[in-house]
């Protein structure tokens, strides 16, 4: 009890200093809690960026080696194109994010460098994303020509002679929704032949049916090949397309190897 009076004693005659040491304590365990934090959070900090880059630039790699030959090829690689589209979008939100508590370490060279390095593998990100985005229109604009134009192609499996009729409406329908595509200046070769191409089989389906119906064999026959050749011209239409991608394509590894090898590491 005596020990512990003495004890209480030494406290109240103490308090302030005890109070004050306690204080100073807590703070540099604070302080010191805070460094590591901000040293591993920094690190990391880098560490996620440079993991980020390095799986960007394999993924731009992976859809760029695809190939491209044909519809199916070029719809896998869309789908490729706006996964990465995606990711970039995503990283723009949140990669180069600091926390509150470390915002005000900005004034430091290297922590301000390291800032100044995530933001401007950002910004060629993004502006390599801008030229990715003309590449991924065209594709979508060619899936939904080819969808027009198969569908209306499809329809000839069931046809008949009573549905012959059927056919410029058809065609007109198809043509009309061509003309209606808003389309940028790489995809409006194709789009226009693709015009000039239903507007040819439309015509040539009511030349056929007229001389069915006149029952003028010469007409008929004549009307009949101009149709099959309307037909044969429809792959073309594919030809053309994979022209103008490539020119596009070409376009977009110009932005890769300016987005690429010149991005800082």
């Not at 789009?191 to 001389?211: C, G, H, R, Y």
Request: charged share 25%; with cysteine; glycine share 2%.
């Amino acid at each position: 009890m005596k020990l512990a009076t003495q004890f209480r004693l030494f406290l109240r005659r103490h308090r302030k200093k005890v109070i004050i040491t306690s204080i100073c304590t807590a703070l540099l365990a604070l302080i010191a809690g805070y460094t590591v934090w901000s040293m591993n959070t920094w690190k990391e900090y880098k560490v996620v960026r440079e993991k980020w880059q390095s799986s960007l630039q394999k993924s731009v790699d992976t859809a760029l080696a695809l190939p491209a030959t044909n519809h199916e090829e070029r719809s896998r690689k869309m789908t490729k194109f706006k996964g990465v589209s995606s990711d970039i979008t995503s990283a723009k939100e949140s990669l180069c994010t600091i926390p509150s508590l470390l915002s005000w370490q900005l004034f430091i060279d290297g922590v301000k460098r390291e800032k100044q390095v995530c933001d401007q593998q950002i910004e060629t990100a993004d502006s390599f994303s801008l030229k990715m985005q003309k590449t991924i229109t065209y594709l979508e604009n060619e899936q939904y020509l080819t969808k027009l134009i198969i569908s209306s192609v499809v329809s000839q499996d069931k046809l008949t002679e009573a549905s012959w009729d059927s056919q410029p409406a058809t065609w007109q329908v198809t043509g009309d929704a061509v003309k209606k595509m808003s389309v940028e200046a790489e995809f409006t070769p194709v789009k226009n032949n693709a015009v000039e191409l239903t507007q040819s089989i439309q015509s040539a389906w009511k030349a056929v049916i007229d001389a069915h119906k006149a029952k003028d064999k010469s007409k008929y026959l004549e009307a009949q090949a101009k149709l099959a050749q309307s037909y044969d011209a429809l792959p073309q239409l594919a030809v053309k397309s994979t022209q103008q991608f490539e020119t596009i394509a070409k376009a977009l590894q110009a932005a890769y190897q300016k987005a690429f090898s010149t991005a800082t590491s």
